[in-house]
């Protein structure tokens, strides 16, 4: 049998060690207390585990049952072994319900056969049936080459499985080893994908490279966790199996058990100490930490970043608002000023949708010039996939909540959830400046004939650049405008969010009518 049943000395570990990051161990919250997270019995080494060790650290202790252990391939003969190198159990994690498999890439790489394959379909389909999240570790070298076209068919069932979930049920994915080939496509097709630290994933490893093209280069720069952290591939990197364990349960938190229940609740905790509005400068071109802002605003000051190395000019992370779950999506002035490029706009577009799957109302926190110009970005496809986040927001019926912190100009103000384009509530700060463009920029195209003929360009273009904000891009403009709904003090920022969010608690998300496409 494939390792069915963790070692004792594991056991024994699991029970009494702690872990400075908090706990395998999630303790369910009592009494609307807030979950805590103890690490049971961290192993000696952490990175050299059996799929049912890792399955035992990511679920409550004594939980998981496993399924399916004695199936075995015919294809491999002699070769064969119980199990056919994947665990699939069933367990929970804080007391609720999920379904998990491991995959073991000390057994024929990992690769995958069709025995193999039934095995996750059946996971799958199990956590579709029960409508509970499922979670798997992915180690494989593949389609297995002993079963030919079979494998390969045995990958679509599979690819098929996670799709029919999409949007309806959580998945998250662990990769824990080197992925290749058709052992990237089902991670990739799943909410969430966590890389341990020395992993890697690609379509067609070192070697095939080495042939067809020519290039030498080692597995972790053709696919190592810090690539793919990067271009959006991954969402998470942790550093141990350990650790990955923890952040599935952490990451599960702040989810519901399916698209048509809510996240849990918990008692709500003061957010970090300040008034948010002291983070943001009141020169528009000084950058700032809008992550120190979102602190000050969401509960224990806690963000759960999902994807923070990937298009760091946008900040997306899960939190909790008065002990109710929320996506924050912002712009970040720290990088790239805070503009929306390509990248920018199809990383906020896969959070928004991926709250809308799960029903957690969104906050948009705004201070963006507007989109990066330039012929780099126009040939990225900024076009397309800037509009990929504006009909995120537009598709979007959770409840949706912005905030204008510093200033939002042209299309950047539009497609970061404008009134006009879907959000419940339109707040503003009132130093905030809304507009087409820039004061200077604008009347550098209105008067630039008066400008051209003054005496003093420069002084001018200040005096009519000062004008033109005053009457046309102050908050309190928008507001009279009705561009924006209300004026809010820094302060009252945190309880007016939650009052607008409590106020359109009847508003539930997608409930299972779209997927959640790997855009």
């Not at 690769?111 to 509970?132: F, Q």
């Not at 058990?257 to 970090?272: K, L, S």
């Not at 809304?434 to 273009?461: F, N, S, W, Y």
Request: charged share 20%.
């Amino acid at each position: 049998m494939s390792d069915a049943r963790p070692s004792r000395e594991f056991s024994r570990r699991r029970e009494n060690c702690r872990h400075s990051n908090g706990a395998a161990a999630y303790e369910p919250p009592g009494a609307g207390a807030a979950p805590t997270f103890t690490v049971t019995n961290p192993p000696e080494d952490p990175q050299v585990l059996s799929p049912i060790e890792r399955l035992e650290l990511l679920c409550d202790p004594g939980s998981v049952h496993v399924i399916r252990s004695v199936v075995r391939s015919d294809a491999l003969g002699a070769k064969a072994q119980e199990g056919d190198g994947v665990v699939g159990a069933s367990g929970t994690i804080a007391g609720r319900p999920i379904f998990c498999y491991a995959e073991d890439g000390r057994f024929a790489g990992g690769s995958l056969g069709k025995a193999h394959a039934e095995t996750i379909v059946r996971v799958v389909e199990l956590a579709g049936d029960a409508r509970v999240p499922v979670v798997g570790f992915i180690e494989s070298a593949g389609a297995r080459m002993q079963e030919g076209a079979t494998a390969l068919g045995a990958y679509a069932k599979v690819f098929r499985a996670n799709v029919r979930l999409s949007g309806r049920v959580p998945q998250i994915s662990i990769v824990t080893g080197s992925s290749a080939g058709g052992g990237c496509y089902s991670p990739a097709l799943t909410d969430f994908v966590v890389m341990t630290r020395g992993t890697s994933m690609f379509l067609t490893g070192p070697g095939v490279v080495r042939n067809v093209t020519g290039e030498q280069v080692t597995a972790a720069r053709l696919g190592g966790e810090r690539v793919h952290a990067r271009n959006g591939v991954c969402q998470f990197v942790a550093d141990s199996d350990l650790d990955a364990a923890v952040l599935a349960r952490v990451l599960l938190s702040y989810l519901p058990q399916n698209a048509w229940e809510r996240p849990t609740e918990i008692d709500p905790t003061p957010p970090a100490a300040g008034d948010p509005g002291a983070f943001v400068p009141r020169e528009s071109a000084r950058v700032y930490d809008v992550r120190a802002v979102a602190k000050r605003i969401v509960d224990g000051g806690s963000l759960l970043e999902v994807s923070p190395r990937w298009a760091r000019n946008m900040v997306t992370a899960f939190a909790r608002l008065g002990g109710k779950s929320v996506g924050v999506i912002a712009n970040q002035p720290r990088y790239l000023g805070g503009v929306i490029n390509a990248a920018g706009a199809e990383k906020g577009a896969r959070f928004v949708r991926t709250c809308n799957a799960y029903g957690i109302p969104l906050v948009v926190l705004v201070d963006t010039p507007g989109f990066m110009p330039g012929t780099r970005q126009e040939s990225a496809g900024v076009i397309r996939r800037g509009a990929k986040l504006l009909y995120a927001f537009i598709e979007a019926e959770v409840p949706k909540l912005t905030v204008v912190l510093r200033h939002a100009y042209g299309g950047g103000f539009i497609t970061m959830n404008s009134k006009e384009l879907g959000a419940d509530f339109a707040f503003a700060w009132p130093r905030a400046t809304i507009g087409i463009m820039g004061a200077k920029q604008a009347v550098g195209i209105t008067h630039r004939r008066e400008i051209a003929a003054a005496e003093d360009p420069q002084a001018t273009l200040e005096r009519l650049a000062e004008r033109y904000a005053a009457e046309h891009q102050g908050a309190r403009a928008a507001a009279r405008d009705g561009v924006i709904d209300e004026l809010i003090a820094p302060s009252e920022t945190r309880e007016r969010l939650i009052a607008a969010r409590d106020a359109l608690r009847a508003k539930r998300g997608a409930e299972g009518r779209t997927g959640n496409i790997p855009l």
